[in-house]
């Protein structure tokens, strides 16, 4: 692909999103001269490495598509934030050249949903044990990475953070669909909790809910 850079008559500007069910709306101001844009998106944590240099697929969208549509439909299938950036490009030449703008006013960024993470504890008493027997369930319907949860044990309450009890990682990821844990055994008055490792990093993308 051939890049040049944009005049100001020539920069995409204004863009805006709407939901609408579980696809995305994205719209923008066109410039008169402007026939066609390439689109570019990326979640945030893949890194932001637009432009001529980048690897991220570039999907041609014309104002004709654009006016039958009512702006560019797009499905979110991921989550956290994601990135769009759209280019103004022109036929120079019998080649289509991509221009490239100095500024941001081209991208916009959404926050996907959150992908849910449902988890449930449950208690087994011997009746003369010292000991009972805990079982932990994970459900979710994307992977989610063994660094992202934790759990927590207290004596006598359950806990309230990370900080409130003895914490325990977890030593394998979690695939898409549920999954049950091995049992542990820990004392009659003790209880247990799930956490985030990181209750900002991981809040973001993920909704913890127990069951």
């Keep these: 692909m051939n890049w040049s850079y944009a005049e100001s008559n020539q920069w995409i500007k204004d863009p805006k999103i709407r939901m609408q069910d579980h696809a995305v709306i994205l719209s923008w101001q066109w410039p008169k001269n402007i026939e066609f844009v390439y689109?570019?998106?990326?979640?945030?944590?893949?890194?932001?490495?637009?432009?001529?240099?980048?690897?991220?697929?570039?999907?041609?969208?014309?104002?004709?598509?654009?006016?039958?549509?009512?702006?560019?439909?797009?499905?979110?299938?991921?989550?956290?934030?994601?990135?769009?950036?759209?280019?103004?490009?022109?036929?120079?030449?019998?080649?289509?050249?991509?221009?490239?703008?100095?500024?941001?006013?081209?991208?916009?960024?959404i926050k996907a949903q959150k992908a849910k993470i449902y988890y449930s504890i449950k208690y087994k008493k011997g009746w003369f044990s010292p000991k009972k027997t805990v079982k932990i369930t994970i459900k979710s319907e994307i992977f989610i990475p063994k660094e992202t949860l934790c759990y927590v044990k207290k004596k006598d309450s359950h806990p309230t953070s990370t900080i409130d009890g003895s914490i325990y990682h977890f030593v394998n990821d979690f695939q898409p669909g549920q999954t049950s844990l091995p049992e542990i055994q820990v004392n009659k008055d003790d209880y247990i909790r799930l956490f985030f490792t990181d209750g900002k990093q991981y809040g973001d993308l993920y909704e913890l809910i127990p069951e």
């Design 39 to 109: 689109i570019c998106k990326s979640a945030e944590e893949e890194g932001l490495s637009f432009g001529e240099e980048s690897s991220i697929p570039m999907k041609l969208y014309t104002r004709e598509e654009y006016k039958s549509n009512a702006g560019y439909k797009d499905t979110v299938d991921s989550i956290g934030k994601i990135v769009y950036k759209i280019y103004p490009a022109i036929h120079e030449d019998g080649n289509i050249v991509i221009l490239n703008q100095d500024n941001q006013h081209n991208e916009i960024t």
